[in-house]
């Protein structure tokens, strides 16, 4: 049986009472290290464990020991002592710990027993450990008891100050909250063992805030400690909070944190006007709806509590003015409601109240929530454009108005003081075909062209009104002109009818029913009479029934109707209006006789219908097919035949007589070397005869280093031109390998040049060159550098300058 070592502790008291329960931990005896836990009236009991172990009366014993956490010692700390009655003191018995922190925090001297903790321990991190320990022969390594289990328990020291986790705090409370208004719950934690002691009992103090708030001791609440805190006056204030443990006791430790307290606004200031009375300029000639004029109360709340409403309550411009809130600013904005005339009335004023929008009914008793404001308005004359008595005047005319006739009068008077003259004038922008004229002095409006009411209704026109005096000063009015029917316009088939009748048809059926249309419009509305024409009135086909009601019908007088004897027919309908005079006119009505089927519905109508059935067999029809087949055989055969004759006598597929680009890569010595060319042969006076050669392949270019030819003879007019194409064309005529289609042969032949001849040096170069250049001193300043190079006839000069 195996037994803790004694040891003394200062908690005695405390510890004992934790020795009223007996442990079954096998046949181990252990006691705290710092408690004797071994009471010498126990006695051990025998007893077999096993089958020759004997087993012995237990202690009372504990299965736990106490360790103080954060020791700071250099040398291990010493926990407890394990100890065997197996154990007799020779080094027989080994003691082995395994577990939680066994061998890395935790070890035991395997020969006494005793264990002792080799890091720092941290109750915070792990409050306790949970070990085996085993009593084994230490020749055998065999158990000599059975493993037994127990803990050793983490003591908790104040080493851990309380802390705000939520903090830094921000809160708000209104203005002029009562004393002791809860503002906002602080809370701090403290991480040690709230069971043992009071290293985890917190109290809170407030350290800055005083005398505005205060904070409950125990449970963190701040409240408001001064009535009427106000807003306007100071809006934010800064706690720092003070949470200390050990029940704020000396040498407790402390955390703090800060608390932002913001006063929110309420509605506890009216709105105040800085001035008792504004004035304010307002020209005559402001439009309708303009701003006026701002003014602005000032409320020292914020938000929702300085929203303002302003009105007028008195004054002379009441209906002329209004004013409204601006939501954005709080201004009251004056609008003008009227037109000002500064002849009729040059000032107005007006009582304005401005008044909170939401108004808190515990601050009443502070007096009126509204204030009062006097505000003049001075009308400023303005020079004003001429206005109409009637700004829109409405005029009407005849379409048979004649040019000259007078429509109508319009007036307009200056409103300033002056009186000025007015000038009337059309703005042709609105009439643009100048129907219309006005005369300038009186405004009498007259036709100026024949008018067409079906072409133009109504004619909106503008008229300026402007002053003698002050041609900028222009006025605008509108006349509005509507033209008068006159029945001018005969009346006509509302369609283009096509009417069809069907060769069955009875005598008495009704084919047609037309109606008819006129441009005119009479007030009484169209009445329209139908009938046949005096001619057509006896015809023994067809008659015309008048319906009464604009409309007629045309009507069969017969039947057995024929395609073959006529195909077609056409029944001239008079129409005549009821307007004064009366107009008429004759329309044609096509009727076509078709044949129908049963239902009466129209097959085929006219004589193309029938014209295969009357002169052509199905044979013909057939021949007529077979020739246009064969025809177009024939066409193809012969475009075939033309495309393979145009096709060249001799083709090279890599060259084109045509088409052919020669290119030389020869470089000279510049103009210092007349040794590589015969400079001579580079003039362009004559041309060398080429030997004739074959029109199909590429002709030879002559080098520049063959002797000079025979130059052609200079002919006036260009003749060389005419004699070198003649001679070419000559040549491709007789040649006979040359292909039987047009081409296009291209020569490269410059003439002999100008009267003035070559201007280049290559000539110089020449010794048989006699060319005197003294004539082009003579030609003007623009020659004047070549006479000076050439003139003089040393072929020297030019290279020397």
């Not at 195996?2 to 096998?26: I, K, P």
């Not at 309908?573 to 004759?586: E, H, K, N």
């Not at 260009?718 to 007789?734: P, Q, Y």
């Not at 390998?737 to 040049?753: I, K």
């Amino acid at each position: 049986m195996m037994h803790v070592g004694s040891a003394v502790w200062t908690g005695l008291t405390v510890m004992t009472m934790l020795l009223l329960a007996q442990w079954d931990v096998g046949c181990w005896g252990m006691t705290l290290n710092s408690i004797p836990l071994r009471p010498a009236s126990l006695r051990p009991f025998r007893a077999s464990v096993g089958a020759s172990l004997q087993r012995h009366k237990r202690n009372w014993v504990w299965n736990q020991f106490f360790v103080l956490e954060e020791y700071t010692g250099d040398d291990p700390l010493y926990v407890g002592k394990l100890h065997s009655d197996v154990d007799k003191g020779d080094g027989k018995v080994k003691y082995v710990l395994n577990g939680e922190g066994a061998t890395s925090i935790f070890t035991i001297d395997e020969n006494t027993g005793d264990i002792h903790a080799t890091k720092r321990l941290d109750r915070e991190e792990q409050a306790y450990y949970t070990l085996r320990a085993q009593a084994r022969d230490r020749a055998t390594n065999l158990p000599v008891e059975p493993e037994s289990e127990f803990v050793i328990k983490v003591q908790d020291i104040n080493d851990n100050e309380p802390k705000f986790l939520d903090g830094p705090y921000n809160a708000q409370v209104p203005e002029m909250s009562p004393v002791g208004t809860s503002v906002v719950e602080v809370k701090a934690t403290d991480a040690d063992d709230p069971t043992y002691g009071n290293s985890a009992r917190v109290v809170y103090s407030i350290l800055e805030g005083q005398p505005y708030f205060s904070v409950e001791p125990k449970t963190g609440i701040v409240r408001t400690a001064l009535p009427n805190m106000d807003r306007e006056a100071r809006d934010q204030y800064l706690l720092v909070i003070q949470a200390k443990d050990m029940v704020g006791q000396m040498g407790g430790l402390s955390g703090t944190t800060s608390v932002t307290v913001t006063l929110t606004d309420v509605n506890d200031n009216p709105p105040r006007f800085s001035r008792k009375s504004y004035q304010f300029a307002v020209p005559e000639s402001l439009p309708v709806a303009s701003v006026v004029a701002k003014i602005k109360a000032l409320d020292s709340d914020i938000g929702p509590n300085a929203e303002m409403d302003y009105r007028i309550i008195e004054g002379d411009g009441l209906g002329v003015f209004r004013v409204a809130s601006d939501k954005d600013t709080q201004e009251g904005v004056i609008t003008l409601q009227k037109n000002l005339d500064f002849e009729t009335k040059s000032s107005y004023t007006l009582k304005i109240e401005v008044s909170n929008r939401n108004i808190d009914p515990r601050f009443l008793s502070q007096g009126p929530f509204s204030d009062t404001a006097m505000v003049r308005l001075t009308v400023e004359n303005v020079d004003e454009p001429p206005i109409f008595s009637t700004p829109l005047s409405k005029m009407g005319v005849s379409e048979a108005a004649k040019v000259g006739t007078i429509i109508g009068t319009v007036s307009a008077l200056d409103p300033d003081s002056t009186n000025s003259p007015i000038r009337y004038s059309i703005d042709r922008n609105t009439d643009l075909e100048r129907f219309f004229n006005i005369e300038a002095t009186t405004g009498v409006i007259s036709t100026a062209k024949p008018l067409d009411r079906e072409a133009n209704a109504v004619h909106n026109i503008t008229i300026l009104a402007i002053k003698s005096l002050d041609p900028s000063q222009v006025g605008k009015g509108v006349a509005l002109i509507t033209v008068l029917d006159i029945n001018d316009n005969a009346p006509v088939f509302a369609i283009e009818y096509e009417t069809f009748l069907c060769e069955r048809v009875g005598p008495g059926q009704v084919i047609e029913t037309i109606s008819a249309v006129d441009k005119d419009e009479p007030p009484s509305g169209h009445q329209f009479f139908f009938s046949l024409t005096a001619e057509t009135a006896g015809n023994m086909n067809f008659t015309l029934r008048d319906n009464k009601d604009n409309t007629a019908s045309i009507l069969t007088k017969r039947g057995g109707f024929q395609r073959r004897e006529q195909s077609m027919y056409r029944l001239p309908v008079l129409i005549m209006d009821s307007g004064t005079p009366a107009l008429s006119s004759t329309n044609t009505l096509s009727i076509r006789v078709c044949d129908c089927d049963p239902d009466g519905t129209p097959q085929s109508c006219g004589t193309e219908a029938f014209t295969l059935s009357a002169g052509l067999s199905t044979g013909a029809l057939v021949a007529i097919l077979a020739c246009i087949i064969t025809l177009l055989v024939l066409v193809l055969l012969i475009v075939t035949m033309r495309r393979r004759k145009k096709e060249p006598l001799i083709l090279d597929e890599d060259r084109d007589v045509r088409e052919n680009i020669v290119r030389y890569d020869d470089e000279g010595g510049g103009e210092e070397d007349t040794e590589a060319f015969d400079m001579v042969a580079l003039r362009n006076l004559n041309v060398v005869r080429d030997s004739k050669a074959r029109r199909d392949v590429t002709p030879e270019v002559p080098t520049l280093y063959c002797s000079r030819p025979p130059p052609y003879k200079i002919t006036p007019d260009n003749g060389i031109f005419r004699e070198f194409i003649w001679d070419r064309l000559k040549d491709a005529d007789v040649d006979p390998s040359a292909p039987p289609y047009d081409s296009l042969q291209t020569y490269a032949f410059e003439g002999s040049g100008s009267v003035a001849e070559s201007l280049s040096s290559l000539d110089s170069l020449s010794t048989d060159s006699e060319q005197n250049y003294d004539y082009l001193s003579d030609w003007g300043p623009r020659f004047r550098k070549l006479a000076d190079l050439y003139g003089h006839g040393d072929s020297s000069n030019i290279f020397s300058s």
